[in-house]
């Protein structure tokens, strides 16, 4: 079966370079869903989109922006990095019409590392 | 809002032990409540879950039940091995507004041993 696909697998970007994180959500998936998990940590929740809006908003630092595209895909735009930000990004999708079950799906991450 | 609470650990066991691990949680409504396990370096990895009252999540020999009137989803096995040392997240996802958003305990390291 499909699953959720983030990309790139890893990233190495300089202080105050930016970065942008993929994600292509299982297959008539319609919400998006980005975490942050930085080392030693539980994962945080950053923003999720449904149906290309945004839904909720968590944890997210002003230099990061998302959006949710025609195709249902999304990405995570970072800018101004910081060694902070070094951390584990997840993307999860999942279906609303399938009630409190919705498929919810977690891609395998994307490991950014700020140097 | 939302919390996990989790069994501190490291913990320790030795091949074939018993296992639990606590997992007590606060939400409004009816979340739907997971077990996740991520080896060193790697991804989540989904170990099961429960989207309601009394269900049993089971997969690969652990098992846990949500327990509405405790507020609980603890994670057992019956014998471990050493290949399940991993850290492991509880945690829960609210569908209050459309999408919702999934909350994790602060997860629990197991170290098995031969």
């Known amino acids: 079966a499909a699953g959720v696909i983030q990309s790139p697998r890893h990233l190495i970007k300089e202080k105050r370079e930016t970065a942008t994180l993929k994600c292509y959500p299982i297959?008539?998936?319609?919400?998006v869903y980005w975490y942050q998990q930085g080392p030693g940590q539980d994962p945080q929740f950053l923003i999720s989109f449904y149906e290309k809006m945004q839904s909720d908003k968590g944890s997210i630092p002003d230099r990061f922006s998302a959006q949710q595209f025609s195709d249902y895909h999304s990405e995570l735009n970072m800018s101004s990095l910081e060694l902070g930000d070094s951390a584990l990004y997840f993307c999860?999708?999942?279906?609303?019409?399938?009630?409190?079950?919705?498929?919810?799906?977690f891609g395998s991450g994307t490991r950014l590392t700020v140097v | 809002g939302d919390s996990v609470t989790q069994m501190e650990g490291p913990v320790t066991l030795s091949e074939e032990a018993f296992l639990t691990i606590n997992c007590t949680y606060t939400?409004?409504?009816?979340?739907?409540l997971f077990w996740y396990v991520q080896y060193p370096g790697e991804g989540l990895q989904l170990l099961l879950k429960a989207t309601k009252a009394d269900d049993k999540g089971s997969n690969k020999g652990f098992e846990a039940t949500y327990r509405k009137e405790t507020t609980s989803f603890h994670l057992e096995k019956g014998s471990v091995q050493v290949s399940d040392s991993a850290v492991y997240f509880c945690?829960?996802?609210?569908?209050?507004?459309?999408?919702?958003?999934?909350?994790f305990g602060d997860g629990t390291t197991l170290t098995v041993k031969p």
């Open positions: 939400a409004t409504g009816y979340p739907s």
């Open positions: 999860a999708s999942s279906l609303v019409e399938k009630g409190s079950d919705r498929d919810y799906t």
């Open positions: 945690a829960l996802h609210s569908f209050n507004t459309n999408a919702g958003k999934s909350t």
């Open positions: 297959p008539r998936h319609d919400t």
